[in-house]
């Protein structure tokens, strides 16, 4: 993509004014501590994409096995962001629901493995800076975070949070 392209990254709802559709993005965009709708959008694109490229796979292929070569290195990408798990087939992404997406942001992941006592205290912290992910200083919180590296994600040494004691630590943590 070309410097200064204001190509969107997402796409909007066709009917806007849908009461249920509207409550439920509001209950998701809630519960996952998201800035605004436009980051549930963009979730539900990528999402839409997998699936989108699942159906390619499976409607290219014949066999068994022409299924399993074909979608190698998607199932592989999505295996190893953890959106699916290690036993899981090309026809589990038609399956996948946004919300699998959305577990998988650094925001969502720091709140589980109890960073933060909220979401959008997470979001702060990534935000601000206190959080690295293997020990670089991630400042995205819609940060995709791989299987391999849940593991490392903590505070930055030099962050005031590092500090146990912190009045704005999670209780236990």
């Known amino acids: 993509m070309a410097l200064g392209s204001n190509t969107k990254r997402y796409e909007t709802p066709n009917h806007p004014f849908q009461g249920e559709r509207i409550a439920e993005e509001h209950s998701l965009?809630?519960?996952?501590?998201?800035?605004?709708?436009?980051e549930l959008w963009r979730a539900q694109s990528e999402l839409r994409d997998y699936r989108r490229e699942a159906r390619d796979l499976l409607g290219q292929t014949q066999s068994e096995d022409d299924i399993a070569t074909a979608g190698g290195e998607f199932l592989a990408r999505l295996k190893r962001i953890g959106v699916l798990d290690e036993e899981d087939r090309l026809d589990a992404v038609l399956s996948l629901e946004v919300s699998d997406i959305l577990e998988r942001r650094l925001q969502t992941v720091a709140y589980r493995k109890g960073l933060a006592n909220t979401t959008s205290q997470a979001r702060q912290f990534i935000v601000h800076g206190h959080v690295t992910v293997d020990d670089a200083r991630v400042r995205?919180?819609?940060?995709?975070?791989?299987?391999?590296?849940?593991?490392?994600?903590?505070?930055d040494e030099t962050s005031p949070l590092a500090d146990e004691l912190h009045p704005e630590r999670a209780e236990g943590q």
């Not at 965009?29 to 436009?38: A, D, H, W």
């Open 29 to 38: 965009v809630e519960r996952y501590g998201l800035k605004n709708k436009e």
């Open 140 to 155: 995205v919180p819609s940060y995709t975070v791989d299987v391999a590296e849940e593991d490392s994600i903590a505070f």
